[in-house]
Structures are given as structure tokens and as C-alpha cells.
């Protein structure tokens, strides 16, 4: 007799917005925050982040089955504390912090995905522009505080990624770089910090300009990155011998991919290197879920965005002039798609 395959995983998926919103919901209430490298009852939590007794239980419970909190003892006494990641990634006194793009998460993408159906139906975007038709850059650079969360929120998200890069990318060859769309300026201070002999440029549009002198000057670097503003589908780019785009190619259409990737051409010297950090999806497509649930996001978020393979973006780069090209996987999902000239 044959074995009925096993469905838990289909219900898990399934069901998955349920832990999905338990997650965004204490890191939206504080709760990791509040926890510190503290342990407290659950009621003690509870009045801490100001939640019906009703969910008490079932909520801290929930967040240690998932694996997010610890729970030293059982009932009542029990003391709740943070997990190694959660105090280090979820706390947002600790300079690692990774919460922001979960905050948003919650706040927009969590009620946004809900319309994944019409995305495929339509081809088009289903967040503010559906209501107030603009893009999600023209509503997010008319509202200063607003861009300063949301580049904090990219900063998070991305961190590990451009360590990773900055420490496993040779740039010793090199005497100058330029991030690409370089918002608070993180990728040139890690960057920076790795390679003492590089000149670093950030390139960004003229209201992040604030934003990155001040991260820039925190830093220490403000002799050594330069912070220049424009706009790439209007400016040429700076000119240095390695350019990156951290995150910058997915946002945009077919088009525009290719006019980002012929700018980059023009700006770099024979032998320079342009470097594509990306969640970058398998060529075969059949491994790299996140990334491909990233370019699902980018249509909800953009309608033509999208993300790529290593495949795709060779073949726009050699139609470009590159002459050879390589991926680099940095940490987790995510790679360096790099082409030099």
C-alpha cells in the first residue's frame, strides 16, 4: 500500500502569514526592545508594551515556539527573554538592528501582498500609487522623515550583505569607488573601513545629501567619501574605477536596467569593475526562493520591476561592452553580479 505523501508542508505555507505576523507585530510593539538582555514574566512584559492579558500568554508563547524568544520556567513564573539573534538583530538599541524593514513590513507590504492576485492579473503595482498615483519614490522623497525610515529600514536589511561584499571583493587594484544610488552612504563606509587606500564617492539624489554626510561624518570618513548628488537617469555617473549598485538594478523596468548598466560603462576605465549586489536569482530558476519572492514584491511595488538571474544580467552587460563577468555570493540570498570592462 502506498504512503500518502505528507501535506504539513503545503498548511505550513499555507498558513505561514499567521507567524509571519506575530514576528511584525512584536517587533512593531517593542517586544524584543523592551526585553533588552532583561528576562520578565510574562505579565511584567505584558504592561511593558501594553497588551490585554487575553494575548498574553499566547502571544510570548507563540514568539518561543517560533523560535524567537526564550523561556526560562513554565506558567506564570516563567521568565521571557531574547534568543542570541533576536538581542542582537530585533533590539533597536543595538547598532545591528535589522527591525526597519520589518517595520515596514508591517506597516506596508504585509496589507499590500494581499493583492498579489490583481498584481498578476494586471502587470501593475498595488501599493500608494493605486490611490494616490504616485510611485513609492515620489511618496517617499516628499516626506523627509518618512525617506530617513525607509533608508534606515534598506540599511538594515542590506548590512551583511555589503560587509560581506566590502571583506570577500578585492579592491585592492583600485584607488577609487562609487555607490550607485548610495542613500545613507553604507556600502563606501564599509567599504571604507576595509580598504584604507580607497577614495569613495556615494551617488544619490539631492535630498538623501543630508542624510549621508551625517551618517558619513558619524563614521569618521568624511575626508574619504564624498558624497556627490544627481540623478542617474538624467547625470552621467561619477567617474571611479569600480562602481556599485547595491539593491538599484531590481527596482527598475528592462529599460531602464539597461540604461543604469550603459551609464556604469561610460563612467568606469578599461579593466574597471561594475558590481550588481542583488538577491540574484539561480539561472535555472529553481532555487533562490527569496529572490524570486523579491521580484514578486517588485511588482506589487513597481508593476515592470524585476528581479534577475547571473544569465540575465551577463547577457545586458555584454550587449553593453563588458568583456567578462563573475558572480560573487556574498550571505544568504544574496550575490555580487560583477562585469568588468
Not at 227 to 244: C, E, N, R
Not at 264 to 278: C, D, H, K, R, S
Amino acid at each position: 500500500m502506498s504512503i500518502a505523501p505528507d501535506p504539513s508542508r503545503i498548511l505550513e505555507v499555507g498558513f505561514g502569514f499567521w507567524a509571519s505576523k506575530v514576528l511584525l507585530t512584536a517587533v512593531k510593539m517593542g517586544v524584543f526592545t523592551k526585553l533588552g538582555d532583561r528576562s520578565l514574566t510574562g505579565e511584567e512584559l505584558g504592561k511593558a508594551i501594553d497588551i490585554h492579558p487575553r494575548g498574553i500568554f499566547d502571544f510570548f508563547d507563540a514568539l518561543v515556539a517560533l523560535g524567537f524568544l526564550y523561556r526560562d520556567g513554565d506558567g506564570p513564573g516563567g521568565r521571557y527573554r531574547n534568543t542570541e539573534a533576536t538581542a542582537q538583530y530585533l533590539n533597536q538599541h543595538d547598532p545591528n538592528y535589522i527591525g526597519g524593514i520589518l517595520e515596514m513590513a508591517n506597516d506596508r507590504l504585509f496589507k499590500f501582498w494581499s493583492d498579489l492576485e490583481p498584481a498578476l492579473k494586471t502587470g501593475k503595482p498595488q501599493n500608494e500609487i493605486k490611490h494616490s498615483q504616485k510611485s513609492v519614490f515620489e511618496t517617499l522623497y516628499e516626506d523627509i522623515p518618512r525617506l530617513e525610515q525607509f533608508i534606515d529600514a534598506m540599511s538594515g536589511i542590506s548590512c551583511g550583505n555589503f560587509q560581506a561584499f566590502a571583506e570577500k571583493f578585492d579592491l585592492s587594484k583600485y584607488a577609487t569607488f562609487c555607490d550607485v544610488g548610495g542613500a545613507s552612504g553604507l556600502l563606501s563606509i564599509l567599504v571604507a573601513k576595509q580598504n584604507p587606500h580607497l577614495q569613495c564617492l556615494t551617488f544619490d539624489l539631492p535630498q538623501v545629501e543630508t542624510i549621508a554626510k551625517k551618517s558619513i561624518e558619524k563614521a569618521g570618513l568624511s575626508d574619504r567619501i564624498r558624497v556627490i548628488s544627481g540623478d542617474f537617469f538624467t547625470d552621467s555617473l561619477p567617474k571611479a574605477d569600480a562602481i556599485a549598485m547595491g539593491m538599484i538594478l531590481h527596482d527598475w523596468n528592462l529599460e531602464n536596467k539597461k540604461h543604469l548598466i550603459r551609464l556604469a560603462y561610460e563612467a568606469l576605465p578599461e579593466n574597471g569593475a561594475f558590481i550588481a549586489i542583488e538577491n540574484l536569482i539561480d539561472d535555472a530558476r529553481r532555487e533562490n526562493a527569496f529572490g524570486l519572492l523579491m521580484s514578486l514584491n517588485m511588482l506589487i511595488e513597481f508593476g515592470k520591476a524585476f528581479d534577475f538571474t547571473g544569465a540575465d544580467f551577463w547577457g545586458w552587460c555584454r550587449e553593453a561592452g563588458f568583456r567578462r563577468y563573475e558572480v560573487l555570493h556574498l550571505a544568504g540570498p544574496c550575490s555580487a553580479a560583477i562585469a568588468y570592462k
